[in-house]
């Protein structure tokens, strides 16, 4: 079975530019969560969508959107970019009976 | 606010000693807890869980211990392989609450031949 897949891989962007990161499950997981990972505050929970809809969200502002398709392939956007945002974005799926799979990651430096 | 904690960044063990990774939570309602290696390059992989009620996990040569009422968990790896040696994640969640995972900072695990 495939793991989960992120793309791209690494991405450069400059401030006030907006990106769109992909994330592909695990075939047959319908949720998909998205976190930051940044060296001094580690995992953050961004959102996470089920069956297309957002389940859970976290602590972050309206910049940061996603969205999820009937196939469960995830979207996250962030539009108006900041240097702070800066960071290793991963995506992890599941299903409803087991853990979550992570992703390899994005890694998106913004200048 | 950080309400999953690991407050050492790293640790070095000697190959076939034990480590002992540990993990503190301020939020009582937390009941399910995990922990997560990572490999540089690579996302996390799933390692250990345990649920509140229980305060032991084994599998193989990893155990998890949780102390609810000092809201602190902890990883023992034994005997320790240079293979461990990667980056562990602690992090706890609510029963019910979907996939909303609060992850602790990390704990560099070196393990020394």
């Known amino acids: 079975k495939a793991g989960v897949t992120q793309t791209p891989r690494y991405l450069i962007k400059t401030r006030g530019q907006q990106v769109t990161l992909s994330c592909s499950p695990i075939?047959?997981?319908?949720?998909v969560s998205w976190y930051q990972q940044t060296p001094g505050q580690g995992l953050q929970f961004l959102f996470e969508y089920f069956s297309e809809t957002q389940r859970n969200k976290g602590n972050f502002p309206g910049r940061f959107s996603g969205r999820q398709f009937s196939n469960s392939r995830s979207e996250m956007n962030v539009s108006t970019l900041e240097l702070g945002d800066s960071a290793l974005y991963l995506c992890?799926?599941?299903?409803?009976?087991?853990?979550?799979?992570f992703g390899p990651g994005t890694r998106l430096t913004v200048l | 606010d950080q309400q999953v904690k690991q407050n050492s960044p790293s640790l070095s063990v000697q190959e076939g000693r034990i480590s002992i990774l540990n993990c503190d939570y301020t939020?009582?309602?937390?009941?399910?807890f995990l922990w997560y290696k990572k490999y540089p390059a690579e996302g996390p992989t799933f390692l250990i869980s345990i649920s509140s009620i229980k305060d032991k996990n084994e599998d193989g040569r990893f155990t998890v211990f949780l102390n609810k009422s000092a809201k602190h968990l902890s990883l023992h790896i034994v005997p320790s392989q240079p293979g461990d040696s990667a980056v562990y994640f602690c992090a706890a969640s609510r029963f019910g609450t979907g996939n909303q995972f609060y992850f602790g900072t990390g704990t560099s695990l070196t393990v020394i031949p």
């Open positions: 075939s047959g997981h319908r949720s």
């Open positions: 992890a799926s599941s299903s409803l009976t087991s853990e979550q799979f």
């Open positions: 939020n009582s309602m937390f009941d399910y």
